[in-house]
């Protein structure tokens, strides 16, 4: 069982499995936010604590965030039977990510990826 939380501790989520790989997006929003996300079936995670919900551009995905201390938790579709949904990776404990990799996506353009890093070294390119 991982857990992790907001800065604050007012929302925590817990997953079954630590990930085995997370993405680095720079859509526009990811690119804000500044997160690496983990991507796991709606099932395995279990979000505890109240939320503000972001309704992205295209409104098919929802991001939410902490109320007090503003940290992205996750995000999660608005359709429920899409069933895959992101945590924020950047909130589990460090020790968890060290070496995973690190996929980095292009979601500002064609959503290819660009190439691959191991967390907690420096992406080259």
Known sequence: MI???C??????????????????CNCS???RLG???????QPQVRV?????AY????????????PTCGCTTHWASVDPAY???AVNARLMAPELLEGLPVKRLDGAHDFKVLGVYAFGTLPTG
């Open 35 to 41: 997160v690496l996300w983990a991507y796991y079936q």
């Open 29 to 31: 929003l990811c690119h």
């Open 83 to 85: 069933g895959r949904m």
């Open 7 to 24: 800065h604050c501790g007012a929302v925590t989520y817990e997953v079954d499995t630590a990930p085995t790989q997370v993405t680095d």
């Open 3 to 5: 857990k992790a939380s």
């Open 48 to 52: 505890t604590g109240a939320t503000v």
């Open 55 to 66: 309704l992205q551009g295209d409104r098919t995905l929802t991001s939410h965030h902490c």
